[in-house]
């Protein structure tokens, strides 16, 4: 046994490099984390490794990301861990393992999974050795629980938010247990480093630089869900952007419910724009982006950086949410409609190739038509690059769900539509604004439809698709902006 390793005697620096299958799982796990899960990664790796065998096949999982940025950088960790156990990467829902990483911001995503669950279900009635995980924002709710541990027993393993970096642990528990393993924090404090990860793209990456939001705008459910904010301190951040950078990434998205506010509950406390400040001086990086906004908290210091700075990228997404001051008021939102137009126009005037994207909710409770007037109006005023737009979604414990006025449904559709058309309007107006210019590409990938056309992102977060191959994955190149097609260009390189 003495070429075993005793994670207890190894460093969490030590620990990415270690073999996985000389560990020594024969004695009790580490309490210490990311020790711990280091332990039972071994210990699922020879599950799987026997069930493998057993079948003369390789297992597959697949992770199924729902939601935001946030949701997509916590699978690249789910799936990291699935990989580093033995699972081979899958895309179809018939796997060995199947993972849902859930968003509840809206009420439909949640109808979608219980949907799903009902085909995964016929799938595993075919395959009984399959599992079924859940996770994300949708498991934070007390009600979500319930349903699914009363209407779908055929599931796994259901965990949340806050305890995501136990997943291996878990992992095991469902993989020897046959009932469902259930997990729900409501807080923590914890931020727990370097787990394995695996991302999806080779050349870019987000990183948390917080988690959690402390805005408790009146429709939105993330807050009770993700939990307070937390900052992480800046040294973590740098550490692992560094890390990124060596192992070839060159483009990294800053990830935040509201990154403007990031660094205040630190014991040094740091502001966002000197995060940036130091993030840009690290080798390697040559394209820093970050997303949410908040147009409260947005600072003159990070417009002054942003606009000295040739690496940090010129796109800016600022949720608006309502064009109305009495509506916004009532999302606890923080702002006028005239400060929002005041702070487009300074961030337009300091930095004029920004392009500025937003989000809008329509049929908040008590929005009328002139309300929704008041929207379109910033919209044209604003010119903004493209817009997100969304049905209001009643969440169960918000502020706005107990609201008397609530819109009905055919009226919202009705906004709704004006809404997209003023946004379509002032989007393609935008987005033909780099016409015939030669702009750089940081080349995705290969464009999905016609095999000949690789597809680049530009630095105002638009997309170019041009001829060439896949060797420029990857890679930064010219391109001449041809046409402009709505949303994307066509080009050539120069
Ligand atoms: N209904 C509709 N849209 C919502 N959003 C957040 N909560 C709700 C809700 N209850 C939207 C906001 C936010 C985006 C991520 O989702 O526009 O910016
Ligand atoms: Fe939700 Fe508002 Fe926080 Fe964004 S800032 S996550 S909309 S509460």
Redesign the pocket.
Known sequence: MDSYIDLKNITTEELKNVDLDRVNVACSPPDLEPQRQYYFMAKCRQIVKSESERLGRPLYACTVTMG?QMNARDSEKLTGILLAVGYEEATEETADFVIYNTCT???NANQRVYGRLGVLHGYKRRKPGMKIALCGCMMQEASVIEKIRKSYPFVDLVFGTHNLFKFAEFLYTALVSDRMVIDIWQETDRVVEELPCERKYPFKSGINIMFGCNNF?S????PYVRGRERSREAEDILREIRGLAGDGVTEIMLLGQNVNSYGKNLEHPLTFAQLLEKVQEIEGIRRIRFM?SHPKDLSDDLIRVMKQSDRICRHLHL?L?SGSTKILRAMNRRYTKEQYLALVEKIRREIPDISITT???V??PGETAEDVEETLDVIRKAGFDNA?T??????TG?P?AAMAEQVPEAQVRQQFDRVLRTVQETARKQAGRLLGQVEEVLVEEQNAHEESLMTGRLSCNMLVHFPGGRELIGQYVTVSLDECRGFYYMGKRR
Do not use: E, L, W
């Not at 429709?219 to 993330?222: E, G, L, M, S, T």
């Not at 969304?390 to 969440?395: A, E, H, P, T």
């Open positions: 935001c911001v809206r009420d705008c429709y939105c459910i993330v949410t949720p949410q989000d809008i909710i049929g908040f997100f969304f049905v209001y979604s009643k969440r918000t706005a």
